[in-house]
C-alpha cells in the first residue's frame, strides 16, 4: 500500500495480491493514514496462516505488523524549497544577503556577470518565497532582476 502528496488530497493505493478482498491492503493503507504519513509505501509479506487466520486474523496480522513497522522506522520530513536567481548591482548585496537571512533563506552560486553584477541564487521554504522575493525587491528599491 502507498499514500503520496499531501496529507488528505494525495493519492492512494492499495492491494490484496490474492488475499481475500479487503484483507491485506486496506489494512495496511489504514495503518500508514492512521500514522499520519504521507510519500510512504509500506510492504507486508505473509508466509502462514492463510484459511487458519479467517478474515479478521489476516485484517490484524497485516495491519498490525505495517503499523508495527511504521512506528519503529525513522520518518523524514520533507519541506518543499525554492530556488530564486537573481540579478543585481554589487551595492545591493548586503540588503540581499540581510532579505535572505530574515526569512529563512540561504544562499549559494555567487558570481559576477560582464556587467559587474552580483548574481546568486537563494533557497528558501516554498511557503517564505514571495515573501523573500516581495523583500527583496523593497530592500533594494527595485534594483533587482529575477533570472528564470
Known amino acids: ?24 491492503g486496506v489494512p495496511v493503507l489504514g495503518a500508514i493514514k492512521g500514522e ?14 492463510g484459511v487458519k487466520l479467517g478474515a479478521g486474523g489476516l485484517i490484524r496480522a ?15 520530513i520533507h519541506i518543499p524549497k525554492s530556488a530564486i536567481r537573481l540579478s ?3 551595492a545591493n548585496s548586503g540588503a540581499i544577503y540581510a532579505a535572505a537571512a530574515k ?6 552560486g555567487e558570481s559576477y ?4 553584477e552580483l548574481e546568486l541564487t537563494i533557497t528558501c521554504d516554498e511557503e517564505n518565497g514571495e ?3 516581495e523583500g527583496i525587491v523593497d530592500a533594494t528599491r527595485g534594483g533587482v532582476i529575477f533570472i528564470e
Open 88 to 90: 543585481t548591482r554589487t
Open 113 to 116: 556577470n560582464d556587467r559587474g
Open 36 to 49: 499520519g504519513l504521507s510519500d510512504t509505501i509500506c510492504i507486508v509479506v505473509r508466509y502462514f496462516g
Open 62 to 76: 497485516y495491519g498490525g505488523t505495517a503499523r508495527l513497522v511504521l512506528r519503529t522506522s525513522p520518518t523524514q
Open 103 to 108: 526569512h529563512g533563506g540561504i544562499t549559494s
Open 131 to 133: 515573501r523573500l522575493k
Open 1 to 24: 500500500a502507498g499514500a503520496g502528496g499531501d496529507e488528505g488530497a494525495g493519492t492512494e493505493r492499495c492491494s490484496d495480491d490474492g488475499e481475500p478482498t479487503g484483507t491485506a
